[in-house]
């Protein structure tokens, strides 16, 4: 199973989390951790927390193509994370903070699950609830996939600026939209 945790709590929960090394703690994070870990073992795969200045590199397509779900847990307002849409390329579906733009390009229960912000607690809930949920994963894992092929291929990006370029042609040409200069009160 791979998680890969970003921004916000991922640069707190990070290697450590079911290493067996030291003490984890008592805090709020302790319950994602020992979540995080049981999870680990019951799914009997590798385990990944990367934290932001992790890359993958080469590997990253394939990394993701093998993870069981993503977990952007960003306590900030992104705009529109590629990570997201590398997920959704692979099928994968993404547990993500109910803030910003990220929270309306995960739909809940369809490409993948929301969580509150900053809440280690809902976060590790929402982690559990996927792995539970083989099913509905899978069932998200595919919406997911469609709806990349549907919104964000280059292929479908590339037509709607087409469209858009065509449709200011056709404006321009018929006169429709264009600026008029405002009129002037008085003399």
Partial sequence: MAVQLQVGVGHLVHAEAGSGRGDQGSGPLTVLCRRLDDLRQCAGKAFYILGPDQQLGV???????????????????????MTLLEAFATG???????????AEVVEHDRTGRHFRPGDPQDLAAQVGWLIDHPEA?????????QTYL?????????????????????????????????????P
Avoid: C, H
């Fill in 92 to 102: 994968l579906p993404v547990i993500a903070s109910r803030i910003g733009s990220v």
């Fill in 150 to 186: 549907n919104q964000y291929t280059a292929e479908r990006n590339g037509q709607l600026l087409l469209d858009i370029y065509r449709r200011a042609q056709w404006q321009a040409k018929a006169g429709v939209g264009e600026i008029q200069p405002k009129p002037t009160l008085g």
């Fill in 59 to 81: 590997g990253r397509k394939q990394f993701l193509q093998e993870a069981t779900l993503l977990a952007f847990p960003s306590e900030w307002y992104e705009g529109f994370p």
């Fill in 137 to 145: 994963r899978a069932d998200m894992g595919r919406v997911a996939r």
